[in-house]
């Protein structure tokens, strides 16, 4: 009995953790993306999360983001020219109190107390990406999907959006950014979110 409340206390933590995070969302107070047009075909995404979300995270939501935009120009394939993310970390101070004392005939005297000095760690991804139909590389689908490339620097967009954005917004996370109960929740799913994760070979370099 009380194994079982303390893994419902840690459920509940993660899931107020994950709630915490930043969602699939356009740039705002929490976080989110933003979009920056280099010509009609080519762009920049660029993702920032909050202290609670995994580096992990913003680079597929910059994925996402340029898969979207990808299908709405009615185009089929994401090429990504560059990929870069880090942790921005920023340092935070707490003032400190003084109480000072007053002491008749004496000089008034001054403790202080508290006061703290600390950082937080924010994730942040871009991806610079041309996209193109599969007619415009005299390709398809399948060909795509047998490439070298595939999952590099070719990404199919339907696939992105049909398997990867459903996560985005309510799958738990550990802190390192991996993903904790992905394979319970897509059991029922099929096979999709599985063959496109394990395909990722994405680099992102730090910058």
């Given amino acids: 009995m009380a194994v079982k409340k303390l893994l ?7 899931l107020f953790l994950n709630s915490c995070s930043t969602p699939y969302q356009k740039s705002g107070f929490s976080g989110g993306y933003k979009e920056y047009f ?6 920049k995404i660029v993702a920032k999360g909050n202290a609670f979300t995994s580096q992990e995270k913003v680079q597929l939501i910059v994925l996402v983001r340029a898969s979207e935009i990808c299908k709405n120009k009615g185009k089929d394939i994401v090429e990504v ?5 880090r942790m921005k970390t ?8 003084g109480i000072t004392t007053y002491t008749p005939g ?9 006061g703290s000095v600390g950082s937080v760690s924010k994730p942040i991804a871009e991806i610079t990406v041309r996209i193109y139909k599969y007619a415009e590389l005299n390709s398809s689908k399948e060909k795509i999907q047998k490439d070298n490339a595939y999952g590099v620097k070719y990404f199919i967009a339907e ?5 990867i954005k459903p996560t985005l917004n309510w799958i738990l996370e550990k802190g390192d950014g991996k993903f904790v109960n992905y394979e319970k929740t ?3 799913r099929g096979s999709g979110f599985f063959k496109i ?4 070979r994405l680099v992102f370099f730090p910058f």
């Fill in 8 to 14: 419902g206390i840690v459920v509940l933590g993660l």
């Fill in 38 to 43: 280099i010509n009609e075909n080519t762009f």
């Fill in 81 to 85: 020219l560059t990929a870069n993310s």
């Fill in 90 to 97: 920023s340092l935070y101070s707490t003032p400190s109190q």
């Fill in 106 to 114: 004496q000089q008034s005297s001054t403790v202080y107390s508290g």
């Fill in 159 to 163: 696939d992105i959006i049909k398997y």
């Fill in 186 to 188: 897509f059991r029922d």
């Fill in 197 to 200: 994760k394990k395909s990722f």
